[in-house]
């Protein structure tokens, strides 16, 4: 059963991070996959980036060797967390974060008509102010044609007396944006949520998949332990209150997208039950990668299987990209003595390994 690394991107000097992928296939056959490239000598998630590529030809198995960059560095900060996406009219969308300071980090667009090879310039998709975390792979377009774009808010928070500036809150607050005419304009969800129990995480890094009934699934990381889950049954307008969700793990993201083979669903995060020790500091606690499958629609889950597994190697914000009889997974793998964002991979996945959990 075919389970194997295909790329690795390890970081180097004047290269300290690589990170945050997504993947599309083209008309020709080809996937494209864009990653955040951080250049200089600075990791973090401030430090200077733009939005590189790399193409595989066959499925995945092999990949061009050179980057190819396709959006610089326009942030005053950077650029970073793209997602990319095949719209319903045939164009190929690429979403991406602009990172401008602490008071300024939104969602923007570009589209293309040739396949990738011009984008369009870029448009606004949050047209609120603020901080927003949107993770990479998350954005996704209904069977109704409605553009969903999950989002972290992050408030300026008071610290001290009136004189004190604000500060940014780690505590996010879950919204979405909404598009109803092909990403022209865009709209906040009736609803927003926030963790109704203490923690230092809010609702962090929102996910969501349309489940066939047409009720939307929503998950985020949070401190408490485990994912907390939210629905809606009105594409996106309202959501439920948040709750625990089944899926145990620290705050790490968690990816879940259907397979076009069979149908499940396939959720791939760090479940922490299934260490029996503390890990390593090197993984921030973000191992193992873990796998299941859902043939019910979300209501029970396969027993989770490890993709990952090395203690001091943490492993998150994964891309899941199904090709042929295979998955693509691209993620964060750093750790062993540098930082668990710096490296990334793309693992390709056969289908047969994930049945095997069934």
Same mark, same amino acid.
């Given at each position: 059963?075919?389970?194997?690394? +295909? ?6 000097p ?30 973090? &998630?401030?430090?200077?980036a733009?939005?590189?590529a ?14 190819? /960059?396709?959006?610089?560095?326009e942030? @005053?900060?950077?650029?970073?967390? +793209? ?8 164009? =190929?969308?690429l ?8 008071? &300024? $980090? @939104?969602?923007?667009w #570009?589209?293309?008509r040739d ?6 310039? !870029?448009?606004l998709? /949050?047209p609120?102010?603020?901080y927003f975390?949107?993770?990479? *792979? ?11 774009? !999950?989002?972290?808010?992050h ?7 009136e004189?004190?500036?604000g ?6 607050l ?5 598009? &109803?005419d092909?990403?022209?304009?865009? #709209?906040e969800? *009736?609803?927003?949520?926030?963790l109704? =129990?203490?923690?230092a ?6 996910? =969501?998949?349309?489940l066939?009934?047409?009720?939307l699934?929503a998950w $985020?990381?949070?401190?408490t332990?485990r994912?907390w889950e939210?629905?809606?049954?009105d594409q ?8 625990p ?5 620290p705050?790490?993201?968690m990816?879940?997208? #259907? ?10 995060w760090? &479940?922490? @039950? ?6 390593p ?17 979300g209501a029970?889950?396969?027993a989770?299987?490890?993709?990952e ?10 891309? /899941? ?16 003595g540098?930082?668990?964002l710096?490296?990334a991979?793309? #693992?390709?996945?056969?289908l ?6 069934i």
């Amino acid at each position: 059963m075919e389970n194997r690394i +295909v790329l690795s991107l390890d970081h180097g000097p004047g290269n300290p991070r690589n990170s945050e992928g997504a993947m599309v296939t083209l008309a020709d056959g080809r996937v494209l996959f864009a990653y955040t490239h951080y250049t200089g000598d600075d990791w973090s &998630d401030h430090a200077a980036a733009c939005i590189a590529a790399r193409t595989s030809s066959d499925g995945g198995r092999t990949w061009t060797p050179t980057d190819r /960059i396709l959006v610089a560095n326009e942030g @005053r900060q950077n650029v970073m967390s +793209v997602s990319l996406l095949r719209l319903a009219d045939g164009r =190929v969308a690429l979403f991406y974060l602009r990172k401008n300071g602490m008071e &300024d $980090c @939104r969602l923007w667009w #570009r589209v293309s008509r040739d396949e990738g090879d011009t984008w369009s310039d !870029p448009a606004l998709c /949050i047209p609120a102010p603020g901080y927003f975390v949107v993770n990479n *792979d998350r954005v996704v377009q209904l069977r109704s044609g409605r553009l969903i774009v !999950p989002a972290a808010y992050h408030r300026a928070r008071l610290i001290g007396d009136e004189s004190t500036p604000g500060a940014f809150d780690g505590r996010a607050l879950a919204v979405f944006y909404l598009s &109803d005419d092909a990403g022209s304009t865009w #709209r906040e969800s *009736d609803d927003w949520w926030a963790l109704p =129990v203490k923690s230092a995480s809010g609702l962090q890094e929102p996910g =969501v998949v349309e489940l066939a009934d047409g009720t939307l699934y929503a998950w $985020c990381r949070t401190t408490t332990g485990r994912q907390w889950e939210l629905r809606s049954a009105d594409q996106g307008a309202t959501w439920t209150a948040p709750q625990p969700s089944p899926f145990y793990s620290p705050c790490s993201p968690m990816s879940i997208k #259907r397979l076009p083979t069979g149908g499940a669903l396939l959720a791939v995060w760090n &479940d922490h @039950r299934q260490v029996t020790t503390a890990p390593p500091a090197s993984s921030w606690g973000r191992t193992p990668l873990t796998a299941a499958l859902s043939r019910d629609e979300g209501a029970s889950w396969s027993a989770p299987r490890q993709l990952e597994d090395d203690p001091e190697r943490g492993y998150c914000y994964t891309a /899941i990209h199904p090709v042929e009889d295979a998955v693509l997974l691209a993620y964060c793998c750093g750790g062993r003595g540098g930082g668990v964002l710096q490296d990334a991979c793309v #693992r390709r996945v056969g289908l047969e390994w994930f049945d095997a959990a069934i």
